[in-house]
T-cell receptor, first 115, second 114 residues
Framework: DTAVSQTPKYLVTQMGNDKSIKCEQN?????MYWYKQDSKKFLKIMFSYNNKELIINETVPNRFSPKSPDKAHLNLHINSLELGDSAVYFCASSQRLAGAGETQYFGPGTRLLVL | AQTVTQSQPEMSVQEAETVTLSCTYDTSESDYYLFWYKQPPSRQMILVIRQEAYKQQNATENRFSVNFQKAAKSFSLKISDSQLGDAAMYFCAYRRGNTDKLIFGTGTRLQVFP
């Protein structure tokens, strides 16, 4: 039983296309995140949502739009894909306690390749 | 701004031996958390161990333990009795106490030789 799942695992697409990555967690957590891992393995947070409300937005281009239909899902939509968007995207979730986030659990990642 | 530094891009260890991975961080906060995550070739990010800054006792999880030196802002990971399955990228991460944002180091690739 996967705790944090992402689809698809691999995504190959052309520049200029629009694509979405889906994330679901069955841990009952109220906070979800998107991270980007570049070709040098550097991991950086992009967004976080708590109970469907945007909490963190780390100067990510407007072409990236997260959407949280409910607290178990956080999808990432990317418009007008560029070569530099090629990376591994990780979804994560945690449970907030008294305003502070607890340990974050990660999904398996989605490898995006833009040609 | 908080930063996390892992000064060892690569490390190697013989099976059954012990290895220590280094991590230093820079913060002016007193309330924070530190983590080690493992990323095997499967890409999955797996939590190895976590340390609360307010706790003086070093965290331990089976063969994994940390040496947390708060004054020196150092958080090293010790892996005892290394196994082939320990081969992976290891990331040190920092989170300020009242935020959700994890800040990662650049990672250390650990190779385990039989």
């Amino acid at each position: 039983d996967t705790a944090v799942s992402q689809t698809p695992k691999y995504l190959v697409t052309q520049m200029g296309n629009d694509k979405s990555i889906k994330c679901e967690q069955n841990l009952g957590h109220d906070t979800m995140y998107w991270y980007k891992q570049d070709s040098k393995k550097f991991l950086k947070i992009m967004f976080s949502y708590n109970n469907k409300e945007l909490i963190i937005n780390e100067t990510v281009p407007n072409r990236f739009s997260p959407k949280s239909p409910d607290k178990a899902h956080l999808n990432l939509h990317i418009n007008s894909l560029e070569l530099g968007d090629s990376a591994v995207y990780f979804c994560a979730s945690s449970q907030r306690l008294a305003g502070a986030g607890e340990t974050q659990y990660f999904g398996p990642g989605t490898r995006l390749l833009v040609l | 701004a908080q930063t996390v530094t892992q000064s060892q891009p690569e490390m190697s260890v013989q099976e059954a031996e012990t290895v220590t991975l280094s991590c230093t961080y820079d913060t002016s906060e007193s309330d924070y958390y530190l983590f080690w995550y493992k990323q095997p070739p499967s890409r999955q990010m797996i939590l190895v161990i976590r340390q609360e800054a307010y706790k003086q006792q070093n965290a331990t999880e089976n063969r994994f333990s940390v040496n947390f030196q708060k004054a020196a802002k150092s958080f090293s990971l010790k892996i005892s009795d290394s196994q082939l399955g320990d081969a992976a990228m290891y990331f040190c991460a920092y989170r300020r106490g009242n935020t959700d944002k994890l800040i990662f180091g650049t990672g250390t690739r650990l190779q385990v030789f039989p």
